[in-house]
Nanobody, 120 residues
Framework: QVELVECGGGLVQDGGSLRRSCVAS????????MGWYRQAPGKQRELVAT???????DYADSVKGRFTISRGDAKNTLYLQMNSLKPEDTAVYYC??????????????WGRGTQVTVSS
């Protein structure tokens, strides 16, 4: 069983910053990719940023230069520093991992999601 615990959502003004974190726990053997997705009302879930086990990041065009994804020293911890936030960044943000769990093949696991609201 895998649990992803997310912290750091909330309300911020246009141009403000937030830092999100996610800790993965459970019978995890290895994690190949970690990332953040978001879903705004009435829209499909979309990629925000991902980072591989080798710490190679990838970003959606809409957040490049504003958001920074990183992994903690423990490698099961994920961060998302969000700067210069815009109202269009308002969404529920989900933590995600692709990993190998004891007794199971590689699979995707998701956090419960946390609301981020940017007011204009």
């Amino acid at each position: 069983q895998v649990e992803l615990v997310e912290c750091g959502g909330g309300l911020v003004q246009d141009g403000g910053s937030l830092r999100r974190s996610c800790v993965a726990s459970g019978s995890i053997v290895s994690i190949t990719t970690m990332g953040w997705y978001r879903q705004a009302p009435g829209k499909q879930r979309e990629l925000v940023a991902t980072i591989t086990s080798g710490s190679f990041p990838d970003y959606a065009d809409s957040v490049k230069g504003r958001f920074t994804i990183s992994r903690g020293d423990a490698k099961n911890t994920l961060y998302l520093q969000m700067n210069s936030l815009k109202p269009e960044d308002t969404a529920v943000y989900y933590c995600y991992i692709r990993g190998l769990v004891v007794g199971r093949p590689y699979a995707d696991y998701w956090g419960r999601g946390t609301q981020v609201t940017v007011s204009s």
